[in-house]
């Protein structure tokens, strides 16, 4: 009889801390889709924030104290952001810090990490925004539009077969050494074209000049 009362006062043990459990992240889940609700309002200025909070209930599955299957179901029945929109939010998170991301603003780092995807170097977005280019100019304040033509281009043309990705890969490393030489001997680069047997270089020459006057 005691074993039963045991097996008993065990069980409801195990229901109460599982209520609680359940209670505590519908609690955060409600305290995140409040924030959500907020910074939707400034969206520009918050749109961090709004991935950081998404990431949190994606990660941890927090929509399913409410009652949701998916990430997709919970913004669905609480009206907040599309699904997509919450996964470009969520990307720029987990590919750019918060600093980055806020000077370039949420459309151009979105593309950026689009751009870094598609070009066969292995970069990222934080190095495009720290030091790449897009049409010959910095990368960081290259219009959102310049910059998703070039992802767009490089996605083009992206080799099929396995040897022509291998190709690509080695002459993007080429590049990318060159232009990281010739930055650091101050030399601007406007277009850098790997050949079979050669490495061109086009430089501005305004830029040469001025930058040869001062060595």
Do not use: C, W
Not at 10 to 24: C, F, G, N, P, S
Not at 66 to 76: I, M, N, R
């Amino acid at each position: 009889m005691a074993t039963t009362r045991t097996a008993t006062g065990a069980r409801k043990l195990i229901e109460a801390t599982k209520r609680d459990a359940l209670a505590a992240r519908r609690k955060k889940l409600t305290s995140l889709s409040a924030l959500i609700r907020r910074r939707l309002a400034t969206v520009v200025e918050s749109f961090y924030d709004i991935g950081v909070a998404l990431t949190e209930i994606a990660k941890t599955k927090l929509y399913a104290a409410g009652g949701h299957a998916s990430l997709e179901a919970y913004l669905d029945a609480e009206k907040l952001l599309s699904p997509s929109q919450a996964r470009k939010l969520i990307d720029i998170v987990k590919n750019i810090p918060r600093e980055q991301a806020l000077a370039v603003g949420q459309e151009r780092a979105y593309a950026l990490i689009a751009l870094s995807r598609a070009t066969p170097e292995p970069d990222s977005a934080v190095e495009l925004i720290a030091q790449g280019e897009v049409d010959g100019q910095p990368a960081a304040k290259a219009p959102v539009r310049a910059i998703t033509a070039a992802a767009k281009a490089q996605r083009e043309k992206a080799p099929k077969t396995p040897a022509a990705k291998a190709k690509a890969k080695a002459d993007a490393a080429i590049e990318k050494g060159v232009r990281a030489m010739l930055r650091a001997a101050g030399v601007p680069v406007t277009a850098v074209g790997i050949g079979k047997d050669s490495v061109r270089v086009e430089l501005p020459r305004a830029k040469l000049e001025k930058a040869l006057s001062k060595a």
